[in-house]
């Protein structure tokens, strides 16, 4: 790969110890994958955030990288960490987890890197046009920015995104370039697809069949796909398939397939395709808990469970996830009350699967869902129900 005398300069430790070992981690990734160059990434979302994710050994590498003096020379934001940051006491979180928690969010303070602790850094005003490249690292957001937003990112890695952070660059190759971002499997959705289970079911089914192809979907009602089942549909393509750009017919801005298109695989996913990939994930016969809001819920998401539980009261635990913002934004139009009132709890900077639920006693958890109802059994030990909210709760 190709430097320019700035970059070896930061790569011989010209500027100090921090930027030198972000350099370093750069270059390296660049010659495993063939990069030519470094190319200007104008943000950068860095995951490995929750303790329980990275553990001692995460939090003693970004202290240890703080204390280099690193600093992001971008815009940088974190993804979830393990707990909310302010109301963990509300939320059962126990007090080591906390305190080491707090450490972690210190350590990436100290290197500029904002902790709006999202996955959903595009319903908080960070919306990367198209064509704008970017290095973002959780695997539902890198999704969204691709595929809807048309921006492009590599699946960066939670050290590769610090890494770009800090040098302000990526190296260049794979989603940045035109020659890779041509779909290799058309999937045409020709069941009634209108609520986010469906959605969520459709990403798990397009995700498995994908096998390191980029999918294109044709059938999908415009007017019913909108951001949020489409954040859903892309989380859990994520999830089953480590798909990071889709495209939809009508709905993404762009639509590539590759040379000879005729040629290319296709397959339909009809209504018993669905039920069927539904009915595979049910495992929980009771529920301890309910949690909506993987990927992290919009205010719209959030004000259509205040309507539906508005008034009643619950008899399941909810957890309603979010951004820090968006909750701010939800309390003002009084939601967050209108959901507390119910039982529920609006949670921000967290999620139900980088959250340490299986130490707080939850073994059975409802999720509308398709990501979570994919990770909840590994990474968290848990019996799962998926549908959607009207029968969850
Ligand atoms: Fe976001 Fe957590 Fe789901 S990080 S995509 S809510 S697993």
Not at 139 to 145: E, G, L, P, V
Not at 256 to 279: C, M, N, T
Request: aromatic share 6%; charged share 25%; glycine share 10%.
């Amino acid at each position: 790969m190709l430097l320019t005398k700035e970059e070896e300069k930061i790569l011989s430790g010209g500027e100090g110890a921090g930027k030198a070992k972000a350099m370093e981690i750069l270059c390296a990734i660049g010659k495993i994958y063939g990069a030519d160059r470094l190319i200007p990434v104008s943000t950068a979302q860095v995951a490995g955030v929750s303790y329980k994710t990275i553990g001692d050994a995460g939090l003693e590498f970004l202290s240890d990288f703080a204390a280099k003096g690193a600093k992001a020379a971008i815009p940088a934001f974190l993804n979830p960490a393990g707990m909310d940051l302010k109301n963990w006491k509300e939320m059962g979180i126990p007090e080591r987890f906390a305190e080491r928690q707090l450490r972690i969010i210190e350590a990436y303070g100290a290197m500029n890197i904002q902790s709006t602790c999202t996955c959903t850094p595009y319903l908080i005003g960070i919306r990367p046009k198209l064509g704008e490249h970017i290095a973002w690292s959780e695997s539902s957001a890198i999704s969204f920015a691709n595929s809807i937003l048309g921006a492009r990112t590599n699946r960066e890695s939670a050290v590769s995104a610090l890494s770009s952070a800090i040098i302000g660059k990526t190296p260049n190759f794979g989603l940045h370039l035109d020659e890779n971002r041509r779909a290799g499997l058309v999937v045409e959705v020709a069941a009634p697809i209108s609520r986010m289970s469906d959605f969520g079911a459709l990403g798990i089914i397009a995700g498995k069949a994908a096998k390191e192809r980029i999918p294109a979907f044709t059938g999908l009602d415009p007017k019913l796909a909108n951001e949020d089942r489409m954040k859903s549909l892309g989380a859990a393509m994520a999830a089953a398939g480590s798909v990071a750009l889709y495209y939809a017919r009508g709905i993404t801005p762009e639509w590539r397939l590759a040379d000879e298109p005729e040629k290319l695989e296709r397959i339909a996913v009809e209504a018993k395709d669905l039920a069927e990939a539904k009915a595979k994930m049910q495992s929980a016969d009771g529920l301890d808990l309910v949690t909506i809001g993987c990927p992290h819920c919009s205010l719209t998401e959030i004000r259509e469970i205040a309507e539906k539980v508005k008034g009643k009261k619950l008899k399941v635990k909810l957890w309603v996830c979010t951004s820090r913002k968006v909750k701010e934004d939800a309390e003002k139009h009084g939601y967050v009350k209108i959901i507390g009132k119910a039982g529920g709890l609006v949670v921000a900077d967290t999620c139900m699967v980088v959250s340490p639920i299986e130490e707080m006693g939850v073994k059975a958890t409802g999720v509308n869902s398709g990501k979570a109802a994919t990770y909840l059994p590994s990474l968290c030990r848990q019996k799962i129900r998926f549908s959607d909210i009207e029968e969850l709760l």
